[in-house]
């Protein structure tokens, strides 16, 4: 149990255009999820925490208009890149909580490595 | 807000020997302690956890120890393994929606 999926698990795209990355929690209702962004070599940076049927939580130094995130059932969150360009380059990764479960445990997608041309 | 720092960055044994890797964090209310193993381009796995009402605790060859008083929690992997090597984290979370701060990370390499 506690899977969590996401899709696409790599995406090219042109700088300018927009990307849109998909988490689902597969077997299980997750209430928050949460983004987050990966450099090389470098740790996991909180980017926002999404909350089932309300805006999402950005950290600071997150553009919020530039990262788009919606959460609109128990099971699905997506974050979106708007007009992406180089630096936006990097391995994002989604986790979710069973809220069921009532713990703290993150479960996490096996992320997506985005590439701006 | 919490400040999660883990040494070492880098640390390489031989098969068989202990790797211990410590992080230290700021918010005493912190109360979940999770520690996850990602091999390159992969997501992050889960290895153990501890929650702050608990001083120490096991999983075959891995355990973690938290000093609650210290503020610092450790983990400890006995035998190694040459698929033990991967890289490490560290993360601590006090608030009710269980938002994570991880630590820099640890690169563990197992030499056959």
């Known amino acids: 149990g506690a899977v969590v999926s996401q899709h696409p698990s790599w995406v090219i795209c042109k700088s300018g255009t927009s990307v849109k990355i998909e988490c689902r929690s597969l077997?299980?209702?997750?209430?928050?999820m949460f983004w987050y962004r990966q450099f090389p070599k470098q740790s996991l940076m909180l980017m926002a925490t999404?909350?089932?049927?309300?805006?999402?939580?950005?950290e600071q130094g997150v553009e919020k208009d530039k990262f788009l995130i919606n959460h609109a059932s128990l099971t699905l969150s997506t974050l979106t890149v708007t007009s992406a360009h180089p630096e936006d380059s990097s391995f994002y990764i989604c986790?979710?909580?069973?809220?069921?479960?009532?713990?703290?445990?993150?479960?996490f997608g096996p992320g997506t490595r985005l590439t701006v041309l | 807000g919490e400040n999660v720092e883990q040494h070492p960055s880098t640390l390489s044994v031989q098969e068989g020997d202990s790797a211990v890797i410590k992080c230290t964090y700021s918010?005493?209310?912190?109360?979940?302690f999770p520690w996850y193993k990602q091999e390159l381009g992969k997501r992050p796995q889960l290895i153990i956890d501890?929650?702050?009402?608990?001083g120490e605790k096991k999983d075959q060859r891995i355990a973690v120890t938290l000093n609650k008083t210290a503020k610092h929690f450790s983990l400890h992997i006995t035998e190694t393994q040459p698929e033990d090597s991967a890289v490490y984290f560290c993360a601590a979370t006090g608030t009710s929606y269980g938002k994570l701060t991880f630590g820099q990370g640890t690169i563990l390499t197992v030499h056959p």
């Open positions: 077997d299980f209702q997750a209430t928050t």
């Open positions: 918010d005493s209310a912190s109360n979940y």
């Open positions: 501890i929650r702050s009402n608990v």
């Open positions: 986790s979710a909580r069973d809220h069921h479960r009532g713990t703290d445990t993150q479960y």
């Open positions: 999404s909350n089932e049927g309300s805006k999402a939580t950005y």
